[in-house]
């Protein structure tokens, strides 16, 4: 969902430095833009976010049982191009797209989950898939643009985007290669450092570094599901690394993983060179929907718990991604949204856009229980994250974008 890493700042940085970025959630831009459309989500400048966060939006509404805006559905079908695939963000929609629109795997796969959650759109999804297909590697996997180097992040949300169009990403394939193959292949073994964790991609040695961003979409991604994951039954015993002969087997020993990861603190953090470490809200959030989705739910408890009593003043400077990851986190949790730490989260996001349309009376906020807590009782990065970020780009760039894909959590 990874931000984590923000999908705003690392699309800025590419476009400056001429390199993709990858992105499974996103953090506000620093400046709002002055004119936004009115279906749109956030006040924050969306160059680098718009389709993205909207699309978020839209997925973490419909869990909560949330009928949206007829126009943000509107905004978000708008902003495809006539090829299928989505841009960050097009301010003028009724422009043609052309070779220098920014099109990317994961905001169009994000877009995908989004419109599938909602029900119709066929044409759209059909298009947006069919784009998605032709952007397939010859390893299986999918870069951040078309042609991009495989990643963990971009090829776990397109096959997020496969499943919620009722494909088969294992039958997707690329000179045989399907998308599971792509992620086994950056699945680290069970010896080592990050023994089990996946990598964002390899080094230019072809060396794998563990990546908690990466590790908690591949888990989600390499069990078939998407950004919401799935709320799966409890598993008896905590997960073991073992050696990773399918798609299944590397995801719980992504599972393992994060939680030695999460052990100490409950939360997963994030620095940048130089910047003394930070707590990682949104990649917590993220980690908290695979380990739900991998039947950890119940020892993901303390981490759930970490958000609830700390993220409420990031994801009111983040905006609407970051409602939405936290509202993805209590849904695959059975954790109920709006009683979050005190935060009523769906109707702070939806108090981000264009009021929904009226409830429909068969749909039902989730009042599950989550572990060991009643789901109806209470339960940054930010802005200096991303100067910090824009001001290490301007010293170096290059340094900066060859570290950002190996990212280890304690």
């Not at 984590?4 to 590419?14: D, E, G, P």
């Not at 964002?200 to 794998?208: E, V």
């Not at 408890?301 to 209590?330: N, V």
């Not at 996001?349 to 209470?378: F, V």
């Amino acid at each position: 969902m990874i931000v984590r890493r923000s999908a705003a700042v690392l699309a800025a940085i590419a476009a400056v430095a001429g390199a993709p970025a990858s992105a499974f959630a996103a953090s506000p831009s620093p400046s709002a833009s002055p004119s936004l459309p009115s279906g749109l989500y956030g006040t924050a400048d969306p160059t680098y976010d718009g389709v993205w966060r909207q699309s978020l939006a839209l997925l973490a509404q419909h869990t909560a049982g949330v009928r949206p805006a007829a126009a943000a559905v509107d905004w978000l079908t708008g902003q495809q191009c006539a090829s299928g695939a989505f841009a960050p963000y097009r301010p003028q929609p009724a422009a043609k797209c052309d070779a220098k629109t920014p099109v990317d795997t994961n905001n169009t796969a994000a877009a995908v989950q989004a419109l599938a959650a909602l029900g119709g759109h066929g044409a759209e999804r059909g298009k947006a898939v069919a784009w998605l297909k032709s952007a397939q590697n010859k390893d299986g996997g999918w870069g951040y643009t078309a042609g991009g180097a495989s990643d963990a992040n971009s090829t776990s949300v397109v096959i997020g985007a496969l499943t919620a169009a009722g494909e088969r990403p294992e039958d997707v394939r690329k000179d045989g290669k399907s998308p599971y193959d792509a992620l086994l292949k950056l699945a680290l073994p069970c010896d080592g450092d990050g023994a089990g964790a996946f990598a964002y991609q390899p080094d230019k040695k072809g060396a794998l570094t563990a990546n908690a961003d990466a590790t908690a979409a591949a888990v989600v991604g390499a069990l078939g599901k998407g950004l919401a994951g799935e709320r799966a039954p409890a598993q008896g015993t905590a997960p073991a690394c073992g050696k990773a002969t399918d798609a299944r087997q590397a995801a719980h020993n992504g599972a393992a993983y994060l939680l030695k990861a999460l052990a100490r603190d409950q939360h997963l953090t994030s620095a940048l060179p130089g910047a003394k470490d930070q707590p990682d809200y949104g990649n917590t959030a993220d980690a908290v929907v695979a380990l739900a989705t991998a039947g950890q739910g119940e020892r993901a408890s303390g981490a759930l718990h970490w958000l609830e009593t700390h993220s409420g003043p990031w994801a009111r400077q983040s905006g609407p991604a970051a409602y939405a990851q936290l509202i993805l986190a209590a849904h695959a949790t059975g954790t109920d949204p709006r009683h979050f730490g005190g935060t009523d989260l769906v109707t702070a996001l939806n108090a981000t856009g264009p009021a929904p349309q009226a409830a429909d009376a068969t749909q039902k906020t989730d009042k599950t229980e989550k572990p060991g807590k009643k789901a109806d009782s209470d339960s940054a990065f930010g802005v200096w994250w991303i100067v910090g970020v824009f001001l290490v780009a301007g010293i170096g760039i290059g340094f900066l974008l060859s570290g950002r894909g190996k990212r280890q959590q304690p």
